[in-house]
């Protein structure tokens, strides 16, 4: 079956007996069907829904039910001792703290088990996330495999279109060389989301033809030169350099973070070698990452504080001012939902922490073990 070769009605037809009788993901399908794209497999979903051929049946109509009900089901899926373990250290410190959102992914580190896991996170965890991008306008989307897994999941639930409101969805920093054929650069997320939310009739950004690093060995001239052809890049421009740049207009972030073992997971050999740094070092001195920004240890020496703000220099996304600003409009503006961290795993339990000690984020879309392991952190800290 060449699947190209059938008209509309019949490719739609296939789709939809895909999503409907094995609940394939659009990625899936695509797959499954010879190599179609999720945009195109969106597309021919749309149809399939428009044709009836394929009927969604499960659908929430808010309307009908209580506010009273719809909170209480929401906050079930915030566990109870995160939850006191935030209020408490909210008292304590006076730090504005996060909603959060459990979700469970199940067991085992390997590589084919964290997969699994992202996958099984996903579909549930994508439900929460949609409901943050209810209203949004322009939300920024950093990178990552997690974030590609919900925004599968994401694409697989049936979406309303709503003609008059479409979503900006913007990439927040250039291609990191690693990810440029894994699927889950800032670029090609704010894509998909925009295929899943507005049917690709939106606005793409495409932040590639320029590095997502300076090198930190390159002497100020060249290091200048650089800048200034970043900064003179269309798209670069849209987003963080222009007379109205996208960035203090998000009212969304979507990002997650790394950990201090491979911190710019996947491109950390990129970061280590134009910071001109041992992967070692770099280890000691930071937490991790949120979204590409490092984070530096708070046990650091000035020097070595200083050392990370010179690696977070050579980075061309999205920055940690930037971060703040957001979650600080989010947190005075009941419309706007702010900074949204997704995190799997105890392993970033450490940079969860830090994440909500320095107010970087409104929301928190947790599994099991990263929420397990920052309640802990904090009832040591309050210890």
């Not at 390997?110 to 997969?115: G, L, S």
């Not at 409101?165 to 690693?178: D, G, H, I, K, T």
Request: hydrophobic letters at 40%; aromatic letters at 4%.
């Amino acid at each position: 079956m060449k699947i190209k070769d059938l008209s509309l009605d019949e490719r739609a037809q296939r789709v939809a007996y895909l999503r409907a009788r094995h609940n394939m993901s659009q990625t899936e399908i695509g797959r499954a069907l010879g190599g179609l794209s999720q945009s195109h497999v969106s597309r021919l979903l749309t149809h399939a829904e428009k044709k009836r051929y394929l009927v969604i049946e499960q659908h929430l109509d808010e309307d009908k039910i209580p506010p009273e009900t719809l909170r209480e089901m929401s906050e079930l899926l915030s566990p109870p001792g995160l939850s006191r373990a935030l209020e408490d250290f909210a008292s304590a410190t006076g730090v504005r703290i996060p909603s959060v959102r459990v979700f469970d992914s199940g067991p085992g580190t390997t590589p084919d088990a964290m997969r699994i896991r992202r996958n099984r996170f996903a579909r549930t965890a994508s439900g929460r996330l949609d409901e943050l991008l209810q209203g949004a306008q322009v939300v920024g989307v950093a990178w990552g495999r997690t974030i590609r897994a919900l925004v599968d999941g994401l694409a697989s639930m049936r979406r309303v279109n709503h003609d008059d409101n479409s979503v900006q969805f913007v990439p927040v920093c250039a291609e990191l060389v690693a990810l440029i054929q894994k699927g889950y650069s800032s670029s090609r997320l704010a894509e998909l989301l925009d295929d899943a939310y507005n049917h690709g009739r939106g606005d793409p950004i495409q932040m590639t033809g320029f590095p997502a690093y300076i090198p930190r060995h390159y002497d100020e001239e060249a290091q200048a030169s650089i800048r200034r052809f970043v900064s003179d890049s269309p798209n670069y421009g849209r987003v963080f350099t222009g007379s109205e740049p996208l960035v203090d207009q998000m009212d969304t972030l979507i990002t997650s973070v790394g950990s201090s073992r491979a911190p710019v997971l996947g491109s950390t050999a990129e970061l280590v070698l134009a910071g001109g740094i041992a992967e070692k070092r770099l280890r000691e001195l930071v937490v991790g990452d949120l979204g590409g920004i490092l984070i530096p240890k708070p046990t650091l020496r000035e020097n070595e504080t200083r050392l990370v703000t010179e690696l977070n220099a050579m980075w061309t996304g999205i920055k940690i001012e930037h971060v703040k600003a957001i979650a600080e409009r989010a947190a005075g503006a009941s419309s706007h939902t702010g900074v949204i961290v997704v995190a799997l795993g105890a392993q970033r339990g450490e940079m969860l922490f830090e994440v909500v000690r320095n107010e970087l984020t409104n929301e928190l879309i947790l599994d099991t073990d990263a929420a397990d392991k920052l309640e802990q952190l904090i009832t040591n800290e309050l210890a």
